[in-house]
């Protein structure tokens, strides 16, 4: 059987913005995409999306995407044979630092370096490699966070890989629950926690929603961390500030910068206040306290 590889060349910033935007858009597809850097010089990043089936309705949900990002690209065509995309993309990751984190696959093993808190992570169908803006920020934000105020429960909500909840117990040494409404996302993660061996400090599970008993189980947080979309992000204030212990810390992210006073303005109808914004790759990540 062969795909279409359906290809357009941007900048590094577009590109990260377009690889998430795609990625929404065809989630239920399960469209492998990629981002291969073509030209570092001449900053020039190619975004792939495999496609089968009918090819000019992807196409079209493609430029639609566009549109909505206003990116007027032209998109290129190549029949491919169908091989192991996820595996294939993940060998051209390269490895990416943010803060003491050093997140990697199996190939950079050896490429850490001492003092590194070294998080191998093979992504499979699961979002979340480190090397998204918003995981990256995240990660950055995270470390700061748990420095200074030391929490001793902590929740991933739309945990993915599982990066995040694996960066937080290698660095706070604390019980962190990782949740994701995706039953495969949860066995991706599971299998990244026994990898990089916390598995006695990360607890992963599958739930939809606040309403599963694990929450109420584990709960409340001193920190938590959902690195998911700015709509659900805004819809789960209220839940966010049943769940959190009275002096706790948020990071959200999977933000647009354009999204950024929309959500602030949600968390601050539940008594929550600003601390911090990173902004990398137009993307933002947010610190906000109770």
């Known amino acids: 059987m062969t795909q279409t590889r359906l290809h357009l060349t941007t900048g590094r910033i577009d590109a990260a913005r377009i690889f998430a935007a795609f990625e929404a858009a065809f989630e239920e597809d399960g469209f492998p995409i990629a981002v291969l850097e ?3 010089a001449r900053d020039i990043q190619e975004i792939s999306l495999y496609a089968d089936g009918d090819i000019d309705e992807a196409e079209q949900r493609m430029h639609a995407v566009l549109e909505e990002l206003s990116l007027p690209l032209t998109i290129g065509r190549e029949a491919v044979p169908e091989v192991d995309w996820v595996a294939l993309s993940l ?3 390269k490895p990416v630092r943010a803060g003491r984190f050093f997140v990697h ?9 001492s003092g ?4 191998e992570i093979e992504a499979g169908l699961a979002f979340g490699t480190g090397h998204h803006g918003t995981t990256a920020g995240c990660l950055e934000v995270l ?3 748990a420095r200074r105020e030391r929490p001793r429960n902590a929740l991933d909500l739309g945990t993915g890989s599982a990066v995040l909840a694996i960066a937080l117990a290698k660095f706070s040494h604390i019980p962190v629950l990782a949740t994701d409404i995706d039953p495969v996302a949860t066995r991706v993660a599971a299998d990244n926690v026994r990898l990089n061996g916390v598995s006695a400090l ?3 599970a599958t739930a939809p929603g606040f309403h599963h008993p694990v929450f109420s189980a584990r709960g409340p947080f001193d920190l938590i961390v959902a690195n998911i979309l700015a709509k659900p992000l805004m819809r789960l204030a209220p ?3 049943r769940h959190l212990t009275p002096r706790g810390s948020i990071v959200l992210s999977g933000i647009l910068e354009r999204q950024r006073n929309a959500v602030l303005a949600a968390y601050a109808g539940q008594k929550f206040r600003h601390v911090r914004t990173l902004e990398r790759e137009g993307w933002v990540t ?3 306290k109770r």
């Open 38 to 40: 073509v030209d570092e």
């Open 91 to 93: 060998e051209g990751l």
């Open 105 to 113: 696959g199996a190939h950079d093993r050896q490429k850490r370096r």
């Open 116 to 119: 590194d808190l070294a998080v």
């Open 143 to 145: 470390e700061e966070v």
């Open 202 to 204: 990360v607890e992963t």
């Open 239 to 241: 839940q966010m500030a």
């Open 286 to 288: 947010l610190h906000l």
